[in-house]
C-alpha cells in the first residue's frame, strides 16, 4: 500500500505555474501507475493525469491536455504534475495516489487508496 504526501500547491493568478510533488512511500512506486486527482467542493475527486509505471505512457483529463505535465523518479518514489497555463477552473484540491487505471479517458483509483491530505490549488486575479 502506498502512502503519499502532496506539497507545491498555492494561490497563483490565471496564466500562473505550479509544481506539485507527491513523495511516497510504504511501497516502490515502481509496481504502480501513478496518478494525480483533484476534488472541488462538494464533488467526487475526478483523475487529472497519470502515468504508466516506467513512464512510458501518460494520459491526461481533456480539460489540462496541453497545460499539465506527469513525470516520476521512481529512484526517489517521487511523483510531480508540472501546472502550466493555470486557469481558474483548476482551482480544487490535488491528491496523488496508485492508479488502478491509466489509460485514455481512464484515470482511476484503487478502491482501497490511502488519500493524503491533499494539496489546495487556488487560481484567482
Known amino acids: 500500500q502506498v502512502q503519499v504526501e502532496e506539497s507545491g500547491g498555492g494561490l497563483v493568478p490565471p496564466g500562473g505555474s505550479l509544481r506539485l510533488a507527491c513523495a511516497a512511500s510504504g511501497s516502490p512506486i515502481v509496481n504502480y501507475a501513478m496518478g494525480w486527482f483533484r476534488q472541488y467542493p462538494g464533488k467526487k475527486r475526478e483523475g487529472v493525469s497519470c502515468?504508466?509505471?516506467?513512464?512510458?505512457?501518460?494520459y491526461h483529463h481533456d480539460s489540462v491536455k496541453g497545460r499539465f505535465i506527469i513525470s516520476r523518479d521512481n529512484a526517489k518514489n517521487m511523483v510531480y504534475l508540472q501546472m502550466n497555463r493555470l486557469k481558474p477552473e483548476d482551482t480544487a484540491m490535488y491528491y496523488c495516489?496508485?492508479?488502478?487505471?491509466?489509460?485514455?479517458?481512464?484515470?482511476?483509483?484503487?478502491?482501497?487508496?490511502?488519500w493524503g491530505q491533499g494539496t489546495q490549488v487556488t487560481v484567482t486575479s
Open positions: 495516489a496508485a492508479a488502478f487505471d491509466c489509460y485514455a479517458g481512464h484515470i482511476r483509483e484503487y478502491d482501497s487508496v490511502n
Open positions: 502515468i504508466t509505471r516506467r513512464a512510458n505512457n501518460t
